[in-house]
């Protein structure tokens, strides 16, 4: 992966600087010039095509609420976001059904159950009721309070939602 160059848009007086080879003032031969741009040689952005954005304040909460064996899954819940509903999705793109995740997971069914439990009452997930191919699904949705992979979700997908990182405020003596 290849840094992209930082440049840094700093004001200047142009009557000040001259042209060695003209002698000319910068102002003389561009007159509407406020600014120029500076290389920073000691920075550089990384562009990534795939990346998670994890809220703060939100895993300071979680991380008082769960253990780290959870708060592991929970990572790996993290990184399989995807969409304006922040649905949860397969390495092969497919939404994960609970069958799905639970076999992702490693997860025998009691335990599993017990899991989403927690997460569903504590506002990491909530379940997206619909149909495909003509039969009723059950979709899951995480938190993007928490974390997302977008900036943009639909309002409906806000709604079912606490927001994490408030709730870590709250929990503040």
């Given at each position: 992966?290849?840094?992209?160059?930082?440049?840094?848009?700093?004001?200047?007086?142009?009557s000040?600087?001259?042209?060695?080879?003209?002698?000319?003032?910068?102002?003389?031969?561009?007159?509407?010039?406020?600014?120029?741009?500076?290389?920073?040689?000691?920075?550089?952005?990384?562009?990534?095509?795939?990346?998670?954005?994890?809220?703060?304040?939100?895993?300071?909460?979680?991380?008082?609420?769960?253990?780290?064996?959870?708060?592991?899954?929970?990572?790996?819940?993290?990184?399989?976001?995807?969409?304006?509903?922040?649905?949860?999705?397969?390495?092969?793109?497919?939404?994960?059904?609970?069958?799905?995740?639970?076999?992702?997971?490693?997860?025998?069914?009691s335990?599993?159950?017990?899991?989403?439990?927690?997460?569903?009452?504590?506002?990491?997930?909530?379940?997206?009721?619909g149909?495909?191919?003509?039969?009723?699904?059950?979709?899951?949705?995480?938190n993007?309070?928490?974390?997302?992979?977008?900036?943009?979700?639909?309002?409906?997908?806000?709604?079912?939602?606490?927001?994490?990182?408030?709730?870590?405020a709250?929990?503040l003596?």
């Amino acid at each position: 992966m290849k840094p992209t160059t930082i440049y840094t848009k700093r004001n200047i007086d142009t009557s000040n600087y001259v042209n060695t080879i003209t002698g000319e003032t910068l102002f003389s031969e561009f007159p509407n010039t406020t600014s120029i741009n500076v290389k920073d040689e000691n920075l550089a952005i990384i562009n990534s095509e795939e990346y998670i954005i994890i809220d703060s304040k939100a895993l300071r909460y979680i991380q008082t609420i769960f253990s780290p064996s959870d708060l592991a899954k929970i990572q790996r819940l993290s990184d399989m976001v995807k969409g304006t509903y922040n649905m949860l999705y397969d390495k092969n793109g497919m939404a994960h059904i609970p069958k799905t995740l639970r076999a992702s997971l490693d997860y025998d069914e009691s335990e599993f159950s017990r899991f989403m439990n927690r997460l569903h009452t504590k506002s990491i997930i909530h379940y997206l009721y619909g149909y495909k191919d003509g039969r009723k699904c059950k979709w899951i949705m995480l938190n993007p309070t928490l974390a997302r992979k977008s900036k943009r979700f639909h309002k409906e997908c806000l709604n079912v939602f606490d927001d994490l990182s408030k709730k870590q405020a709250e929990a503040l003596p």
